[in-house]
């Protein structure tokens, strides 16, 4: 697919992903967080798209927008609002902030301005009617899948996380 | 059952019977005891209904009536008891759970107390209702005269 | 969230004492269901207090449709009053009206002569099928199946039919006399019932096809509302609830009152006391119904239809109280007559009120949905818990 | 000018059978949204009248009959009732998620209509990650959900709320599994009931919704009968997750309106809840129109292969004129029975007016260069047309399920029937190559 006006969609999907970001942290209301959350989350993923990933945007959208931020609501609808509005949102600590965002700043900056050398130049993109596959062979392939173990490592992690919630959460079994 | 009845309780229990029907009026201080012996001991283990009658001319204006039913026997017995207005009456809650919401109803519209029922208050009215509905000498005006009164700053709906 | 299925049923005897620690818990959310509510079949109100979605407890409130049938009792006369105990149990109304009768009849001595009696109990049986099939029309509606609604309301359509040629109305009939009947049956009478007999017989069997044995019916059905006998009497619970929960006691069998005691049927008991059973109860109530329609119709006596009854209804003074079994329960009537042409006091004995009180027992650990279940299992009109 | 023309004629040339987003054809892209966004309106009103009248019929009444001959202008008038409602927000409402809330059930079933394939050149666009994009967008309504019984700061809604969010997140799962093991069977040629194919079939799987109909075209088997019973399973537990994630009876707990009245749009009224409405019936479409494409073929015709070759090709091209047709046929047979009095006079010229709307339409789908293309699309509304009819048939016949119950069958039932079947597909398959290559070597 010959690509549309690329600049301005990642501008705008780029301003929506800052706009939401900001809104999740100076909002009070948890809800309204979780809604600019979710909202930056969907304009990452059409950035994904964007980068011709549709895979991780797909990824993106069912696990992220449509599965881990329902149950964020779920939780979050359940905690009385009155009582979270009433609480102080920011501790003061300025201080540290600002020297945690200065080091980011500065770590940006040095990329941007000498990082040159440490990314490939230009795009490195698969045509995409073999994106997905081309991600499937990575992980799992007979020649490249070097992935395959730390695929296995990862799900065994989840499993303990699942069953140690549960263990948690019931209080007997 | 009668005789023996007679034999314990003498003239404090009067055992009658109209067309058919038996019924026995009892003297108030026996009804806590009569009750529990024709529960426990007489097997009336179902009581179909409490109601009251108001007799507003006698001294002892109230007839409290138990109806009970025994499924072993197949028998039908009415407790009935003459109390003044004003007089309470033992609650027959921990005899027959059923006797809850009859005794809220007795006290609801006749304003006759129980003690020791678990939450006596009235049950078909609204809480705020003023009067006993169901003795005799109960104005149905008032109520309703009341009502415009404040609602509507009329002297009267009628 | 906990199994209900693994819950013991609730007894007497704990819910005093889960009154007092679980009402303490913080996390109970109190919900208030009616009196405006699709499910609480009129104007019941019920506050639930739950934990998460199971029941902790519930409290109903009632009293909405309070009209002080009683007190109107006691400024009409006997003959006036009658038409009014239709409106208590609006769907049954044949029933109130043939327990008035009967209790004024006992309180005047006389007797309704045969003729008055057999057409009395079709009517009566006939009511009693009306009324199960608007309960299972209903029940299945609030389970959540729509279609038995309508199958019902067509079939009960013919009931209403036959009481429209009879009397003139469908709903609140008013169709007994105190002494016998005021109308002699139209033409074609025992011909109209006797197809609605065959006509019906397969319509329950199309209804239970439905039900019976759908999977989704069962799961909703089963082991939910669980009552069992010895509660039910404790709680004073009559008709097919108490009949579900194992106690073989119809007040047609037995203390017989019209002519019930020449016809040949069956009383159906549940085992396990819960919705299904009731389920099945009903559905077996409605086929007896027809076996006593069917030796009815076949051997109504000629006659007179009025018993000689005063043209001013005086009972002489005294009381007494007569029960009969209507499609709810035991519907009994405690007169108290002073000799006058009024009744000093009617005490209405309303099968619906004192089957309520059961819904707090039944619904304890159960889950919101199996309050609707257990609400349309019970089988109340309010009009008749409210008077 | 001259770009659109050259548009316009660079897709009327027959031999393009791509998609025009798949294309890059942006006019007709926008062509196609505006024609899909329409007709799934459209769909949505047939099947808010054809829902009535069939669930009407099936419970012995007549449904709709005053507005319009038969009821046919019923879901207009409705429409126009729902849309001059007031539109009343709850004073204790949190307004603005109030306001999103139903727009973003919407959007997301809207949304999901970019990947359907209609044809093989009859869809907005052939994603690469088609199916993944369905199920991931179609997920995203029930965040609408969730806001909207949030924000109606009341009990029934909240609880309907919660209910919902915890039934889709459930079934999605089984829904997920069972198309994985579709997604499977595209790259997949082993045995089969049907299975030919070999191995010089393309063994590369897809998740393009056009992909994986293809590969059923190629396979000569339609997935619901590949490695049977697996397929059959498969398709099984996604039809009854489908109805379950539509949020449809029997599962319809969410809105249970004898529980919870009207689950979480309860405060809803007028225009926001026809959203609501909307949203949820082209859900039903959007989740059948995957069953379709995944297990029974999606544009292509019934019995590919017991009744194959050119001229049952041309038979069944027929077929979608002769089914118009036919439907006109039975409009002029109710003319005919249509009331004789003056009253009726207006309901008849309307419902001969609609036999013959009908019935041209009927006869345009004979015309040769209009058959050859819109024959996909016939087969393919046909088919989600009977999935609808099969959504009406459950609410007619089944009672509604209690929430454990609705869970226990979500995970205890759904979902490890749903693994076993995907390790078995996995199975079949890798064994079936095997074969295939131990037969050519």
Same mark, same amino acid.
């Given at each position: 697919m010959a690509p549309v006006a690329t600049p301005f969609f990642f501008y705008l999907l780029a301003a929506t992903m800052i706009i939401g970001g900001i809104l999740v942290i100076t909002r009070k209301n948890a809800v309204h967080s979780a809604m600019a959350l979710i909202t930056a989350l969907l304009a990452q993923s059409g950035i994904y798209l964007m980068l011709y990933a549709p895979f991780v945007a797909g990824v993106q959208i069912i696990l992220y927008a449509g599965g881990i931020m329902v149950l964020f609501l779920f939780v979050i609808m359940l905690i009385s609002i009155e009582r979270t509005m009433k609480e102080r949102q920011f501790n003061h600590q300025w201080l540290i902030g600002i020297v945690a965002a200065a080091a980011l700043g500065g770590l940006f900056i040095a990329v941007y301005t000498r990082g040159k050398t440490l990314f490939p130049e230009g795009r490195l993109t698969y045509a995409e009617g073999q994106n997905t596959q081309a991600v499937a062979d990575l992980l799992y392939g007979p020649h490249t899948g070097m992935y395959m173990f730390s695929f296995e490592i990862a799900s065994l992690l989840l499993l303990v996380a699942i069953i140690g919630a549960v263990v948690m959460a019931k209080k007997r079994i | 059952m009668v005789a023996k009845f007679k034999r314990e309780y003498g003239s404090g229990v009067d055992p009658l019977t109209y067309l058919g029907q038996n019924y026995m009026v009892v003297d108030r201080s026996l009804i806590p005891e009569i009750l529990q012996i024709l529960r426990n001991e007489e097997q009336f283990d179902y009581c179909v209904d409490i109601t009251a009658v108001h007799y507003p001319k006698r001294e002892k204006q109230f007839d409290v009536i138990w109806i009970l039913y025994s499924f072993a026997r197949n028998e039908r017995v009415r407790v009935k008891t003459p109390i003044a207005d004003g007089e309470t009456l033992p609650s027959s809650v921990p005899i027959w759970a059923t006797a809850n919401w009859l005794e809220r109803e007795v006290y609801d519209m006749f304003g006759i107390k129980f003690d020791g029922h678990p939450d006596l208050k009235r049950i078909l009215l609204p809480d705020g209702w003023k009067g006993h509905p169901l003795r005799k000498d109960y104005g149905i005006l008032q109520q309703d005269n009341e009502w415009v009164q404040i609602n509507l700053g009329i002297e009267s709906g009628q | 969230m906990t199994d209900p299925k693994t819950l013991s049923p609730p007894s007497l005897e704990t819910h005093v004492a889960a009154h007092d620690d679980t009402f303490l818990d913080t996390n109970e959310l109190v919900i208030n269901m009616g009196p405006q509510h699709p499910a609480t079949h009129g104007v019941l109100r019920v506050i639930l207090r739950l934990d998460g979605e199971k029941v902790l407890g519930l409290e109903c409130v009632i009293g909405y449709l309070h009209r002080g049938v009683e007190k109107i009792g006691e400024n009409r006369t006997y003959a006036m009053f009658n038409p009014y105990v239709d409106r208590m149990d609006y769907v049954a109304a044949v029933s109130n009206g043939l327990g008035y009768c009967e209790a004024v009849e006992k309180l005047l001595n006389v007797e309704a002569p045969p003729r008055a009696q057999y057409i009395r109990v079709i009517l009566t049986e006939l009511n009693r099928i009306a009324s199960h099939q608007l309960w299972l029309g209903t029940h299945a509606l609030d389970i959540g199946a729509i279609t038995p609604l309508f199958y019902t309301f067509r079939d009960r359509e013919e009931i209403l039919k036959i009481f429209e040629k009879y009397c003139g109305a469908r709903l609140t009939t008013h169709a007994f006399r105190i002494g016998g009947l005021q109308y002699e049956s139209y033409d074609g009478f025992e011909q109209d019932v006797k197809n609605f007999i065959s006509f019906f017989k397969p319509k329950i069997d199309e209804y239970e096809e439905l039900l019976t044995t759908n999977r989704i019916w069962l799961e909703r059905t089963k082991g939910v509302g669980v009552i069992s006998g010895k509660d039910c009497i404790a709680l004073g619970v009559t008709g097919p609830v108490l009949r579900a929960s194992g106690v073989k006691w119809d007040i047609r069998k %037995?203390?017989? &009152? %019209? /002519? &019930?005691? /020449?016809f040949d049927f069956e009383i159906p008991i549940g085992l396990n006391g819960d919705t299904y059973d009731r389920y099945l109860v009903r559905m077996v109530e409605m086929r007896q119904a027809l076996r006593i329609l069917e030796q009815a119709v076949n051997g109504i006596p000629a006659g007179p239809i009025m018993a000689k009854v005063p043209k001013v209804i005086k009972p002489p003074v005294g009381e007494v109280y007569h029960s009969i079994e209507a499609p709810k329960g035991e519907l009994g009537y405690f007169i108290v007559s002073d000799g006058s042409t009024q009744p000093y006091r009617v005490r209405v004995r309303p099968p619906s009120f004192v089957n309520l009180q059961a819904l707090d027992l039944m619904c304890r650990g159960q889950l919101v949905a199996d309050v609707i279940a257990v609400i349309g299992t019970l089988d109340i009109v309010l009009g008749e818990v409210d008077r | 000018m001259g770009w659109l023309v050259q548009y316009v004629q660079s897709y009327l040339d027959p031999r393009v059978t791509v998609s025009p987003g798949a294309a890059g054809n942006v006019f007709w892209a926008l062509v196609y949204i505006l024609l899909v966004f329409a007709g799934v309106s459209l769909g949505v009103i047939c099947m808010n009248w054809l829902e009535r009248k069939i669930l009407a019929h099936m419970q012995v009444r007549l449904g *709709?009959?005053?507005? +319009? *001959?038969? +009821?046919?202008?019923q879901p207009i008038a409705d429409a126009v009732k729902l849309l001059i409602k007031e539109d009343i927000i709850p004073a204790e409402a949190d307004a603005v998620v109030f306001w999103v809330a139903p727009f973003i059930v919407v959007l997301a079933a809207f949304t999901v209509f970019v990947v359907v394939p209609f044809g093989p050149a009859h869809a907005i666009t052939d994603m690469n990650i088609g199916i993944l994009f369905m199920l991931g967008v179609s997920s995203l309504s029930v965040l609408g959900i969730v806001t909207a019984g949030w924000a109606s700061n009341s009990h029934y809604p909240l609880i309907g709320a919660l209910r919902s969010s915890a039934q889709m997140v459930s079934y999605e799962v089984a829904m997920g599994l069972a198309v994985i093991s579709a997604i499977l069977m595209t790259s997949l040629n082993g045995f089969g009931l049907y299975g030919v194919g070999g191995p010089d079939t393309p063994g590369i799987g897809t998740l393009s919704m056009i992909g994986i109909v293809r590969a059923q075209e190629a396979q000569h088997v339609w997935f619901l009968f590949k490695f049977f019973p697996l397929g059959l399973i498969a398709f099984a537990i996604f039809a009854i997750a489908m109805v379950a994630e539509t949020n449809r009876a029997p599962f319809d707990l969410p809105e249970a309106e004898s529980e919870l009245t009207a689950g979480f749009h309860t405060e809803y009224s007028g225009f926001r809840w026809s959203l609501f409405f909307l949203a949820e019936y082209s859900a039903m479409i959007a989740v059948s129109s995957i069953a379709v494409t995944l297990w029974v073929g999606g544009w292509l015709r019934p019995f590919p292969n017991a009744l194959g070759g050119a001229t049952w090709d041309l038979a069944f091209s027929f077929v979608p004129g002769l089914a118009f047709l036919f439907l006109a046929g039975m409009t002029f047979y109710n003319v005919r029975r249509m009331p004789k009095h003056p009253f009726f006079k207006i309901q008849t010229m309307g419902l001969a007016g609609f036999g013959a709307v009908l019935g041209l339409i009927g006869l345009i789908l004979f015309v040769p260069p209009v058959r050859d293309r819109v024959g996909d699309i016939f087969w393919f509304v046909a088919k989600v047309a009977a999935f609808m009819y099969l959504y009406i048939w459950y609410r007619g016949t089944f009672p509604r399920y209690r929430f454990d119950q609705l869970m226990k069958v979500g995970w205890k039932v759904l979902l490890p029937i749903g693994l076993g079947v995907l390790i078995l597909t996995a199975g079949a398959g890798i064994v079936g190559l095997e074969m295939a290559q131990h037969v050519t070597h």
């Open positions: - | - | %037995a203390q017989p &009152y %019209a /002519n &019930y005691k /020449n | *709709p009959m005053r507005v +319009g *001959p038969h +009821g046919l202008l």
